[in-house]
């Protein structure tokens, strides 16, 4: 079953930024397209960004220009840059396969104060 460990979140304040991780395990990770989701609160999961395993990327219109996924395919890793942060991006953030796979790390929260 795959394992995946997110990490980096935090609380910080309105226009600051985080740098999330994920480490996955038991994938092929070098062949997987991977993406980072988050769930506000009372919220549906959504997706944020995705990164194909050559790197190309794409994002939710509500964090584009601001946010970044990035992988290193030699560390199993994909990151997300989180740059000019908004109130309105508080959420447990998760790292999946895109398509998702079976099951979901603990995630990590963001908290961005205005």
């Known amino acids: 079953q795959v394992q995946l460990v997110e990490s980096g979140g935090g609380l910080v304040q309105a226009g600051g930024s985080l740098r999330l991780s994920c480490v996955a395990s038991r994938i092929i990770f070098r062949l997987s397209a991977m993406g980072w989701y988050r769930q506000a609160p009372g919220k549906q999961r959504e997706l944020v960004a995705t990164i194909t395993p050559y790197s190309t990327t794409n994002y939710a219109d509500s964090v584009k220009g601001r946010f970044t996924i990035s992988r290193d395919n030699t560390k199993n890793t994909v990151w997300l840059q989180m740059n000019s942060l908004k109130p309105e991006d508080t959420a447990v953030y998760y790292c999946?396969?895109?398509?998702?796979?079976?099951?979901w790390g603990q995630g990590t929260q963001v908290t961005v104060s205005s």
């Open positions: 999946n396969g895109y398509p998702q796979f079976g099951s």
